[in-house]
């Protein structure tokens, strides 16, 4: 019965990442409506003087930082939690099944980055060639959704596995490429708790706060460390204990618990702290500078060309087969709605950058590439039919 059980996880991600896609949909038109109205400066300021502190501990947060920092790690902890079930049990659980996911995402993480390192080599710009190569699972699943029977229930189960492998490559990306100084000594300690937590999953404890405690001992260590706190969240999903039986693990628990508070408040709460976003003129000459050229044509062009290329390459080389029920039209389309990057794009915006214009002019461009792309993506698949 392990199929079952994955089925019933999928569904429950599956149900919460559409709903909590229009949840921050609203959430970003309301960041936006506040930061171009009179309550803009003092929305900023609240964001900035209200801080987070711990007793003694060296941890004094604004409130900003408190979600970019903090609450993300909680939605990173998700992410890991999501791409470890799907290796063991779910999608990418065999060679014959992730290929197919794996190679596409590939695709559509290499393309954007290329195109994005073609319009801004040498310039002042060119750290932020990470910025096109995420998908936002969110965003992506709540536009699926919205098609219904129109496409096959296989694509956006296919969909789904190429945005965890994407948030994957992500993460990689944030840990190595965007730390800029790292302290050995708190990277040491941390070493130290996360193989803790392996020792806890080889001895299969199963009691989850065994893991959770020393979790957030990681994460203010890695904090310390330099490296960008929210990695701490993925390390720690990686040791909780799962099985590919019908048996409800720890790890599953987990996930069923953090998909309501991930999807309809901490992701929520990311969006509206980061997408008010003042519309200035400057801001439209910006989406053709190589900067906002770069993002759009990066996600929307460069996430469907890399999408499909590196799956038709797979699909020749017979590495994988297409989803059932589909064909290369709704392959094509699923790289447009891969081309929706807004939050880890929007994350790894605030890392490229120190310069509070590039930030401002990069969170444009994702939004733009993001609603281009969803808006085409909808539209193709829509017209496409279910193969039989």
């Given amino acids: ?40 400066a003092g929305f900023a300021s609240f964001l900035t003087n209200v801080h987070f502190s711990i007793g003694s501990i060296a941890v004094d947060f604004p409130l900003s930082a408190f979600i970019n920092d903090g609450l993300m790690a909680i939605f990173f902890l998700l992410v890991g939690l999501e791409i470890k079930r799907e290796l063991i049990e ?34 002042k710009t060119a750290a932020g060639w990470g910025i096109p190569m995420a998908t936002d699972i969110a965003f992506a699943l709540a536009i699926i959704a919205m098609l219904g029977n129109r496409i096959p229930a296989s694509l956006k189960i296919f ?53 959770l405690i ?13 490296i960008h706190a929210t990695i701490a969240g993925v390390l720690v999903a990686f040791t909780i204990p799962t099985n590919d039986t019908d048996q409800l693990s720890p790890l599953e628990k987990l996930e ?37 050229a770069g993002i759009i044509l990066g996600l929307f062009a460069g996430k469907t060309i890399g999408v499909t290329a590196f799956s038709w390459l797979a699909v020749k080389c017979k590495f994988g087969e297409l989803p059932s029920g589909s064909g290369w039209q709704h392959i094509i389309g699923l790289g447009m709605l891969a081309g929706i990057g807004f939050t880890m794009s929007i994350f790894i915006s605030m890392l490229s950058f120190s310069d509070e214009m590039q930030i401002t002019e990069a969170k444009f461009a994702v939004l733009c590439a993001s609603v281009i792309s969803g808006i085409s993506g909808f539209m193709f698949l829509r017209s496409t039919k279910i193969k039989t």
């Fill in 1 to 40: 019965m392990p199929k079952l059980i994955n089925l019933n996880v999928f569904r429950e991600f599956y149900n919460a990442g559409k709903l909590g896609g229009i949840i921050l949909l609203i959430c970003v038109a309301v960041s936006l409506f506040i930061a171009n109205t009179d309550y803009s």
């Fill in 90 to 123: 779910g999608e990418l659980s065999s060679v014959k099944q992730a290929a197919l996911p794996v190679i596409a995402a590939l695709g559509g993480m290499l393309v954007p980055a290329i195109i994005y390192f073609l319009f801004n080599s040498g310039s």
């Fill in 159 to 211: 969909l789904a596995a190429l945005a965890i492998v994407d948030d994957l490559g992500a993460i990689l990306v944030i840990a190595i490429f965007y730390t800029n100084e790292v302290h050995f000594n708190y990277l040491l300690m941390a070493a130290g708790v996360f193989l803790l937590l392996c020792l806890l999953n080889y001895f299969k404890v199963k009691a989850i706060i065994a893991y």
């Fill in 214 to 226: 020393p979790g957030v001992v990681l994460w203010y260590l890695i904090h310390h460390s330099g």
């Fill in 256 to 292: 069923q618990f953090l998909n309501i508070p991930v999807n309809y408040l901490i992701m929520p709460l990311f969006a509206l702290a980061n997408t008010n976003i003042t519309f200035q003129k400057e801001m439209l000459t910006g989406l053709v500078s190589p900067l906002g």
